[in-house]
């Protein structure tokens, strides 16, 4: 195949800011399968568990290393009540779930399940509160319940519940999307209603925690104006909703059979996450120029039209190479803002939108998402280098979009390249210059399907997965890679 040369100069000397390991964070909703059935299957299923938190599912994510973990969603999180969901099981009221269907939860998986599935996963709890229905008593008693260590009724009604010391709650959002399911607010009035409920979000008994106010669905740039302007001084980070789709009421497409120009448009949506960091930090830094408030992407990713035969409200849908593809140059493109953006929450974990993993009954899947993740690992908590790419354009009609995207960390002496390649149609060589740095070793890996369709199923579970990369060349002070298309490989490189 004819080769294009591409060239990346990387300064590997002079890296300044840090890849926050949450910028690889997860988020679980009560919404269709994710909870029920994909997390909680009970203490009594047959399905193993510890504690009726599936084994398989916490054993696959733990090699991703998930971080954080956001819950309990979205629009779910400004209708729930969190005492709905503690104390014995049997005793807790059911509830329904207006926004996903229509079904009725019978709050077995709450505040206790949560926290457990956290320490199983080795993640940070992330908890979103309810501002659009609920009440600033029940919020600050919430996290009364959550993190006071001393004597209070609601301490002890955590001991009654089985848990005797506090739980670290190290992040609390006030409210999700209250611009529109959660409460549809205007940006002054959610202002000042963040006011207002943070102040009762304390830090107690030594437990610092983050306040996090709602931000803006994708361009709504008056939303972040205001938000800053009038409460940035009481807040430590702010959200950015945005999933790489077409406007809402438009037909999104399906999610394993699409033509060229919707593979190219899917990534061309993608790519306009850079520009929406780039747009809202830019506000940002206008009222707080020390960058101390975390923009938190905690949801983003792929939204595809329901899959045929199921509930259209549940949201589930495969998960192909081309979304494999938009997680890769997403989370580049986090790289490229991580002094600005600290934290961001992939939708979702399991069984829902771009999910990490599926399931049926007791069959697991993980998908190519999954594994753009597990690759990526090593950039969690690692030094970002400046990058400087010069590449070709993956042009459709009149619209053109890079045809790489790459990004390099520095952790422990080991370089981490990651490359994505978007064009369907030749590959694309790389020259990689690094200065500042000697190459004493590499070894790479690749992810790359039979078409950019290939997924996994649960009787084909391996069809896409990650496999030795050896198309590369190290020479003095030079790297080469030689990429097929629609591909994502990583290269680490011992120093």
């Not at 199983?120 to 979103?128: D, E, M, S, T």
């Not at 649960?458 to 997965?465: I, N, S």
């Amino acid at each position: 195949m004819h080769r294009t040369a591409n060239l990346l100069v990387v300064d590997a000397d002079q890296g300044r800011t840090t890849i926050h390991r949450n910028l690889y964070g997860h988020f679980a909703e009560h919404l269709g399968r994710g909870i029920y059935e994909g997390i909680w299957v009970g203490e009594d299923s047959p399905i193993p568990n510890v504690g009726g938190i599936r084994s398989d599912v916490v054993a696959a994510l733990r090699e991703v290393r998930p971080p954080v973990l956001r819950w309990p969603g979205g629009c779910f999180a400004d209708e729930y009540h969190w005492r709905d969901g503690i104390g014995p099981r049997e005793n807790r009221p059911a509830m329904v779930n207006t926004h996903w269907g229509g079904v009725v939860e019978n709050n077995h998986f709450g505040t206790h399940e949560f926290f457990a599935l956290c320490a199983q996963l080795g993640a940070q709890p992330y908890i979103c509160g309810n501002l659009g229905s609920g009440t600033v008593r029940e919020m600050q008693e919430w996290v009364e319940y959550c993190t006071y260590a001393g004597p209070s009724p609601l301490a002890q009604l955590r001991r009654q519940h089985g848990r005797d010391e506090p739980w670290l709650l190290p992040y609390f959002g006030i409210g999700n999307e209250n611009m529109g399911c959660g409460g549809m607010m205007r940006p002054e009035y959610y202002a000042d209603e963040y006011r207002r409920y943070q102040t009762y979000v304390r830090p107690l008994s030594g437990n610092q925690v983050a306040k996090i106010a709602c931000g803006p669905n994708g361009p709504n740039y008056e939303w972040t104006d205001v938000l800053m302007r009038r409460a940035g001084d009481l807040m430590d980070g702010l959200t950015l909703h945005y999933y790489a789709m077409p406007p809402w009421g438009e037909w999104k497409g399906h999610a394993t059979t699409f033509t060229e120009d919707e593979y190219f448009e899917t990534l061309r949506r993608a790519l306009v996450m850079d520009e929406l960091i780039r747009r809202h930090r830019t506000i940002m830094d206008r009222y707080d120029p020390q960058q101390r408030v975390a923009l938190i992407v905690d949801e983003w990713g792929t939204w595809w039209e329901p899959t045929p035969g199921m509930n259209p409200d549940f949201l589930f849908q495969q998960n192909t190479m081309r979304d494999a593809l938009v997680a890769a140059l997403t989370l580049n493109i986090f790289h490229q803002h991580c002094d600005r953006v600290r934290m961001a929450n992939l939708a979702q974990t399991v069984n829902v939108l771009q999910a990490m993993i599926l399931t049926d009954g007791p069959r697991l899947v993980r998908t190519p998402t999954f594994h753009v993740f597990e690759m990526f690992k090593g950039h969690q908590d690692a030094l970002q280098l400046p990058a400087r790419l010069e590449t070709a354009n993956y042009t459709r009609g009149r619209c053109s979009i890079p045809a790489l995207s790459a990004s390099a960390s520095l952790q422990s002496g080991r370089i981490l390249l990651s490359v994505v390649h978007t064009g369907l149609e030749q590959d694309q060589r790389l020259e990689v210059r690094l200065r500042g740095a000697r190459v004493k070793s590499a070894v790479g890996r690749i992810l790359h399907g039979a078409s950019v369709m290939a997924h996994n199923t649960f009787d084909r579970p391996e069809e896409v997965k990650p496999a030795e990369f050896s198309g590369f060349q190290v020479e003095t002070g030079r790297l080469y890679l030689d990429l097929p298309p629609a591909a994502v490989a990583t290269v680490e490189l011992v120093t």
